[in-house]
């Protein structure tokens, strides 16, 4: 998949243009003109963002829309990375030692991204109140916080789940800084995920996952300690997530083992196996949460529901971003996307899936995955909120669907 044979057994073809570090940029600038397209295409739709996540609207009708913001923001972040890989190629030039030589190039670049996050930049026109805003969500979502629901709880909620899709390139960053301070490593040498220790960076992809549990489990609990409501029931339905995200520990944690057994020459076939079965466990619920809960559609619902003539076939009434077809391809892409890791049970593609593109691949997918799936996340929220009389955060996911008799279907 490289392209090019391996240059030497320590960096690949991929590793020499693309360096880990660059990897992690792109990444990261990807995500900010995601969300921009994000905003602008639901914004379109007269659906709106700001609102569900309770950020403050535009005073006046003459300002411009929040896209274009992200979108300024995503082209000074683009901007800074392309001369920084430009001036890396120009130093280094595929060389091998100079490619581990020069690092401290692509590490500054990472240190200027992080930075346009943080500095003032009104006089170039790019938002600094939204970036002010997301350095505080991720401050409070960080430690596993939730807003209250006036206060812009679907946001955290919203961000929790995009950090758990980007739970491999924290690892990824965390790698970098890990390789460039150790004394004699180099950041962008052939990227070594055991740097820090064995555990230490599977514990890093884990911490993700283990935010959006305790959300739940607040959630769950913010049910329990408030008067009983028949439209939020007991809070089982904050539980039954929550074990969602527990399911991502064992895979976690037994990938760490099967890497470390496979080091030591140590037998593997039932770690494997094990591996094998919580990942299924893991794809196949999380599949099932993202179509029937996050998504509020009826495909895994009872017959009668499923196809009920008020709707298209395992959808539901109400579709704002498109027409049923679309819906239809969101979901097969979604369960093939969840899936990926199934590559490395072809013996064929098993050492495809090892080299440093491949792995990129799949961090790739994966983020693409979590972009689509924000377009009706936040469609549901939308109808969640505009077909009741109820508030956004009082509705009982798995009645939804029961609540909106009055709706005209839209195509």
Not at 115 to 135: E, M, Q, T, W, Y
Not at 178 to 184: D, G, H, I, K, L
Request: net charge positive; aromatic share 12%.
């Amino acid at each position: 998949m490289d392209g090019d044979p391996v240059v030497e057994p320590e960096l690949d073809s991929f590793s020499l243009t693309f360096p880990l570090p660059y990897r992690v940029a792109f990444i990261v600038v990807l995500a900010v003109w995601g969300w921009g397209l994000n905003l602008h295409f639901l914004h379109i739709r007269k659906i709106d963002v700001p609102s569900l996540i309770r950020y403050p609207g535009r005073s006046s009708t003459t300002q411009l829309p929040h896209h274009h913001s992200t979108y300024r923001l995503a082209t000074l972040l683009s901007l800074s990375s392309a001369l920084s890989i430009l001036i890396f190629w120009s130093f280094a030039g595929r060389d091998p030692k100079r490619v581990i030589d020069y690092d401290w190039i692509p590490m500054t670049n990472l240190a200027v991204t992080a930075a346009l996050f943080v500095l003032p930049l009104r006089r170039l026109s790019v938002s600094h109140s939204g970036r002010r805003r997301l350095l505080a969500t991720l401050r409070r979502v960080s430690v596993g916080g939730l807003a209250e629901a006036k206060d812009g709880k679907f946001g955290d909620i919203l961000l929790a789940d995009v950090l758990t899709s980007y739970a491999k390139v924290l690892g990824d960053l965390f790698i970098c800084l890990c390789m460039f301070f150790t004394r004699n490593g180099s950041a962008t040498d052939r990227p070594d995920r055991g740097c820090g220790g064995t555990y230490l960076v599977p514990l890093l992809l884990a911490i993700p996952s283990a935010i959006r549990l305790r959300q739940c489990l607040i959630e769950y609990l913010r049910v329990r300690n408030s008067p009983f409501k028949e439209s939020t029931g007991w809070g089982g339905q904050h539980l039954a997530n929550a074990a969602k995200y527990s399911t991502a520990f064992p895979v976690i944690i037994l990938n760490a083992m099967l890497r470390n057994a496979n080091t030591n020459g140590t037998p593997t076939t039932s770690l494997y196996r094990a591996w094998i079965v919580a990942c299924l466990l893991n794809s196949l619920y999380s599949f099932y949460w993202d179509v029937a809960k996050d998504w509020d559609l009826t495909l895994f619902a009872g017959v009668q529901e499923r196809n009920s003539p008020d709707h298209p076939f395992g959808l539901r009434r109400r579709l704002l971003i498109h027409k049923p077809v679309v819906y239809y391809f969101v979901i097969a892409l979604d369960l093939a996307l969840r899936c990926t890791w199934m590559i490395k049970l072809q013996p064929y593609l098993n050492t495809i899936s090892d080299l440093e593109s491949s792995i990129f691949l799949i961090v790739f997918f994966e983020v693409f995955r979590r972009w689509v799936w924000i377009f009706f996340r936040v469609e549901t929220e939308w109808i969640r909120n505009t077909s009741t009389g109820l508030g956004v955060d009082d509705i009982l996911m798995s009645n939804f669907n029961t609540k909106d008799e009055d709706e005209e279907y839209v195509d």
